[in-house]
């Protein structure tokens, strides 16, 4: 079936390139610039300190052996991807960064921030590492309140209650619209694919103009609940296809041998979990102005359902409801070599997943092309356990 593609996709797949212009563009305008790492980044405060923010986190493998002068080998990619950006220039974002935050999170990353900090103007956020306790949410107040001081000197720029408010408005509008795409997914065949869903989340983080983002990704959730309604979905009906839930971290820079392959091998990636996965997109934060603004964004931040905090009972409730709610068929769990913190986890989501009756097929990879072929071979041996199985219910 020939399908339609809102036009507006491809701007999303370009935008990382684009933004290369864009973010030089921005300095020479005389704007700041945030780098950062995290979900856990308060982005309310750095816009409400007007600085534009853009995403760090190394994506490719090219880097790593620079960065590997100087950290461990048996680091995450991830943390030698950035940091081995950022010490041979090689990532624009992190060359025009103007500051650049990172949080305590995983033990690599908070080590790595300390190097950093050599070549990059930097802030730190401490995390608390209990997220459920009163005192953890009185701890990250504080921090966030450090943390939004620090960008006023930094700045010379005053944070006001009034931009706070505004950009916690602004930012939760652009939760409820990320969270409109993965609903897409919910759709029987999905009104759009995973592919797609990534590539519209990875890309967005390089568009620096808010409204003309906002507009692009309206236009194109609006074009593909109309091509479904059309009979124009990107999936031709098939009620055996299995419908897959992708979690872990660490999808920038393994997608293409990954959600790209389920995909190709006949599968649906219906919705994501993990800390930019659907339960941080529906989660907003308390517009209640008369309370303060950053216990309010404390408050949401502190639940972002990362594996570095512990316990992280709640991502374990999301992962069951959001199976239920996408109706999945198997979870594919993700995760990076020596990525302790997210590859014990995946335990626990086996056991929600046993719990519920579906498969988890854990994969253990980096940036490298090294482990293609295999993870091909074991994608494809999960998704027919699972075709087969369904083939059988429906006899
Ligand atoms: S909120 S998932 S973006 S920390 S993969 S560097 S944990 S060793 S990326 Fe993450 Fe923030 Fe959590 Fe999300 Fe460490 Fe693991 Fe590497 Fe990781």
């Avoid at 014990?344 to 854990?362: A, D, K, S, Y």
Wanted: glycine share 8%; hydrophobic share 35%.
């Amino acid at each position: 079936m020939s399908v339609t593609l809102p036009e507006h996709f491809e701007d999303f797949a370009e935008a990382r390139r684009e933004g290369f212009l864009k973010v030089k563009e921005l300095k020479d305008s005389g704007k700041n610039v945030c780098g950062c790492f995290c979900q856990y980044t308060p982005a309310e405060i750095i816009r409400a300190a007007g600085l534009y923010q853009v995403g760090l986190c190394g994506k490719s493998a090219a880097p790593i052996k620079t960065a590997e002068t100087r950290l461990p080998a048996n680091l995450c990619p991830l943390i030698k991807s950035s940091y081995g950006h950022a010490l041979e220039q090689s990532c624009p974002y992190a060359y025009f960064s103007d500051v650049v935050v990172g949080e305590t999170t995983c033990d690599g990353k908070k080590k790595m921030y300390e190097l950093l900090g050599e070549l990059k103007p930097m802030q730190v956020i401490h995390l608390p590492n209990i997220p459920d306790h009163e005192r953890s949410l009185q701890m990250w107040v504080s921090e966030l309140r450090i943390f939004a001081k620090g960008l006023e000197d930094k700045f010379q720029t005053t944070i006001t209650e009034d931009g706070l408010n505004e950009s916690i408005e602004w930012c939760n509008k652009e939760r409820i619209q990320a969270a409109r795409i993965y609903e897409l997914g919910r759709y029987e065949p999905p009104a759009i694919t995973g592919v797609r869903m990534h590539d519209i989340m990875e890309g967005e983080q390089y568009m620096f103009d808010p409204q003309e983002k906002y507009d692009k990704i309206n236009a194109i959730l609006d074009q593909c609940e109309k091509n479904w309604h059309n009979g124009e979905a990107p999936f031709a009906p098939d009620p055996k296809r299995p419908r897959i839930i992708v979690s872990g971290t660490g999808l920038g820079g393994t997608a293409e041998k990954t959600i790209h392959v389920i995909e190709e091998l006949g599968g649906a990636v219906v919705c994501y979990e993990g800390c930019s996965g659907i339960s941080s997109r529906r989660r907003l934060i308390d517009e209640d102005r008369s309370r303060d603004p950053y216990l309010r964004i404390a408050e949401k931040y502190i639940e972002v359902p990362c594996a570095v905090v512990s316990p992280n009972t709640r991502r374990l409730e999301q992962v069951a409801e959001t199976v239920r709610e996408w109706n999945a068929d198997g979870i594919v769990s993700i995760t990076l070599h020596s990525c302790n913190p997210f590859a014990i986890e995946t335990e626990n989501i086996r056991r929600v997943c046993n719990q519920m009756g579906i498969p988890l097929l854990h994969i253990e990879t980096d940036f490298t092309p090294g482990d293609e072929a295999q993870i091909r071979t074991r994608l494809g041996a999960f998704l027919e356990m699972i075709r087969a199985e369904k083939e059988a219910a429906h006899e």
